[in-house]
């Protein structure tokens, strides 16, 4: 199985998608954990990727589809992934499918988690993360509007996209999710 989730920094989707590949025993995949985790080590990955995250900007798609198509071959990805983060631009989007096509696997669902602008700052401006500060908060929600929203008429349009409303308890957002993961069409 293999699920995408989307949404804006703060929405949540970090927990909730751990906890959805928890459930459905997947693979969870956040490529902002691996490049940040990239970036810890001072890796040739993490050195390319340190300026992008530092300023709130995407990284490259060449080497954040390369991360993905790398880890989605290992055997702990063959029974499903769950990504968190990715795909984030329509360059992205059309990568993914290309080597969901070579590798003859199909995408079941796309989740997106929406929350409102002013709740998102809010909630961001209480979270503690080295790529938090109050500048690339507000940055990062500019290109998540503008680089990856228009990802999500795409999905739509293939009949996979779930929205979901991200305003809630944890266990609130988590059951709106299963019901739509649930429903989709085989
Ligand atoms: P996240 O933890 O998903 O909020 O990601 C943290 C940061 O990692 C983002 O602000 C980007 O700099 C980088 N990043 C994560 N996923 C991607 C992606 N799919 N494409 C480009 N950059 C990404």
């Known amino acids: 199985m293999l699920i995408v989730f989307i949404g804006p920094p703060g929405a949540g989707k970090g927990t909730q998608s751990a906890r959805l590949a928890d459930h459905l025993a997947v693979r969870h995949l956040s490529t902002g954990e691996i490049l940040r985790h990239a970036v810890e080590e001072n890796n040739i990955v993490g050195q390319e990727a340190a300026p992008y995250l530092e300023r709130g900007d995407l990284v490259p798609d060449d080497l954040v589809v ?35 096509a070579k590798t003859g696997r199909a995408l079941d669902a796309v989740i997106e988690l929406r929350v409102a602008r002013e709740e998102l700052l809010r909630r961001l401006m209480t979270r503690k993360r080295a790529d938090d500060s109050a500048e690339t908060i507000s940055h990062r929600l ?4 503008r680089e990856t929203e228009p990802i999500l008429s795409y999905y739509k349009t293939r009949g996979v996209l779930h929205t979901i409303d991200g305003i809630g308890t944890l266990d609130q957002v988590f059951s709106r999710i299963l019901a739509a993961v649930n429903s989709r069409a085989r």
């Open 66 to 100: 390369g991360i993905v198509a790398e880890r989605l071959a290992q055997r702990d990805c063959q029974a499903g992934a769950l990504m968190d983060g990715f795909p984030r631009t329509p360059g992205q989007a059309a990568a993914f499918d290309k080597h969901l």
């Open 142 to 145: 500019e290109i998540y509007i």
